[in-house]
Nanobody, 125 residues
Framework: QVELAESGGGSVQAGGSLRLSCAVS????????MGWFRQAPGKEREGVAT??????????MEEDSVKGRFTISRDTADNTLYLQMDSLKPEDTAVYYC????????????????WGQGTQVTVSS
């Protein structure tokens, strides 16, 4: 059974940085999408960044609100997905989730089957 476990959340002041990690178990397809999503209180869940892979070829996408500040990456050696978040803003406050979907890669605007439990990120002004 596929398992995803996020870590690295916490509280930080505006302008600070955090690095989220998502440990992935039993998910090793050659073709996949993985992504980070977030849900703020009273708001719908939204996509933050995705990475699609076809073997060694990867394609990353970031939402406009985080471009230039957040970077998604994956370390296949230790099967971990990362989200480096810099220049954090109070509006980045949310629960952040990682997700995975096999068999798609170029367009990760898709439904994701596997989800983690989430990690809280709080940015104070």
């Amino acid at each position: 059974q596929v398992e995803l476990a996020e870590s690295g959340g916490g509280s930080v002041q505006a302008g600070g940085s955090l690095r989220l990690s998502c440990a992935v178990s039993r998910f090793t397809p050659q073709t996949y999408c993985m992504g980070w999503f977030r849900q703020a209180p009273g708001k719908e869940r939204e996509g933050v960044a995705t990475i699609g892979a076809l073997g060694d070829v990867t394609r990353t996408m970031e939402e406009d609100s985080v471009k230039g500040r957040f970077t998604i990456s994956r370390d296949t050696a230790d099967n971990t997905l990362y989200l480096q978040m810099d220049s954090l803003k109070p509006e980045d406050t949310a629960v952040y989730y990682c997700a995975a979907e096999p068999s798609v890669w170029y367009n990760c605007d898709t439904d994701f089957t596997y989800w983690g439990q989430g990690t809280q990120v709080t940015v104070s002004s």
